[in-house]
């Protein structure tokens, strides 16, 4: 009887954990490019919420699945050290499925980010070096005034539209293609910001900072909708000028 009782658990374990493993999966996918800080915070906002549909809501689905996937997590830990006598490294198979769903949640992110930088960087250098050059510069009318009333604020911020051969490498504005230049008071540009995605209160974006000790989340602040703090989530360096940032206005 235990025996039948072992090979039901394990058939009923890796059965759950490969379903719970795609739907979360298929869940994070949703939330790109975001981090995974943002899904999680996002999910948990939604709980708030009194007028969301509870089984509607995707984001609650998320929370969910990822109680449903620890819960098997422990389950399949919990056979493996019952049923290794017999089953030896088969027993392994539930708790390896959810390792796999991990490691591939840790990677997907990373190898998502470097993917779009990757086939974009090229134009976004020549974007960077046509305004070093000054071809490409905002004027008085492009910069975003709100932050002049507030004396610790120190940099200053202009919207640019894009050149119509690179809207495509940058969300920002109302039909895409803006991308924003932050200065110091003395008008010298620090950082230039292309955004992956934009909302009413985060965005994600690629930053390129022409002096690579710039410290980005001194300037982050009024960069998307102007709240009363700049969230930087996550950030990925990839070099000494280019990182890519999950920020949350709040």
Request: glycine letters at 4%.
């Amino acid at each position: 009887m235990i025996k039948v009782d072992l090979h039901r658990q394990q058939t009923l374990l890796v059965n759950l954990s490969l379903l719970i493993s795609v739907l979360l999966l298929f869940l994070r996918w949703s939330f790109f490019p975001h981090s995974s800080l943002y899904a999680f915070l996002y999910s948990l906002n939604s709980l708030k919420s009194s007028h969301h549909n509870v089984f509607l809501d995707q984001s609650i689905f998320f929370l969910l699945v990822w109680i449903a996937f620890l819960v098997l997590s422990f389950l399949s830990i919990h056979f493996l050290m019952k049923g290794f006598k017999r089953y030896k490294y088969k027993a392994v198979i539930p708790l390896a499925i959810n390792i796999f769903t991990l490691v591939l949640l840790l990677v997907i992110h990373n190898l998502t980010v470097l993917q779009d930088y990757y086939s974009n960087v090229k134009d976004r250098d020549a974007v960077v070096t046509m305004i070093k050059s000054g071809k490409l510069k905002p004027d008085d009318s492009q910069r975003i005034t709100r932050l002049d009333n507030l004396n610790h604020v120190l940099h200053k911020i202009y919207k640019l539209q894009l050149p119509s051969q690179y809207t495509d490498l940058s969300q920002g504005g109302g039909k895409g293609g803006e991308i924003n230049i932050i200065t110091n008071k003395k008008d010298q540009t620090k950082i230039i910001v292309f955004f992956t995605s934009f909302d009413k209160v985060n965005y994600t974006a690629w930053l390129y900072k022409l002096n690579p000790l710039t410290p980005i989340e001194n300037y982050l602040f009024g960069v998307g909708n102007l709240k009363s703090y700049a969230w930087l989530l996550e950030t990925k360096q990839i070099n000494d000028h280019w990182s890519w940032v999950d920020v949350v206005e709040n």
